[in-house]
């Protein structure tokens, strides 16, 4: 039985499939950190503590380096392509605070 014979090889993606999720990751353009800071931010904290800690802790970051990285990828049309859900809810936050000053 040859390598191409084995059950256990999976065949190639035909082009109507999604890509990998580690794959689709790395055609959006973003790096880890980018991609990692959105995911921060789409999970629901119970506090602000608990977020500010997971920053730390989790990316390497001050709370003020991450809320400027957040800032630019709100504008950054890869940002928006990767997870629109979370970046255009943020956009929603930000576009109100700014017409309330």
């Known amino acids: 039985m040859t390598v191409a ?14 890509a990998e999720p580690a794959e ?5 353009g973003l790096s880890d950190r ?3 800071v959105l995911a921060v931010e789409r999970r629901g904290w119970p506090g602000p503590g608990a977020k500010e ?3 730390r802790e989790r990316l390497g970051l001050s709370p003020t380096r991450y809320y400027q990285l957040l800032g ?3 504008d950054d049309p890869r940002a928006a392509e990767h997870d629109p859900v979370t970046v255009n809810r943020l ?11």
């Open 5 to 18: 014979e084995t059950p256990d090889t999976p065949e190639p993606e035909s082009p109507g499939e999604p």
């Open 34 to 36: 980018d991609r990692a």
């Open 72 to 74: 630019a990828l709100l």
């Open 53 to 55: 800690r997971a920053i």
């Open 91 to 101: 956009r929603r936050v930000r576009d109100a605070r700014r017409e309330r000053r």
């Open 24 to 28: 689709s990751a790395r055609l959006s």
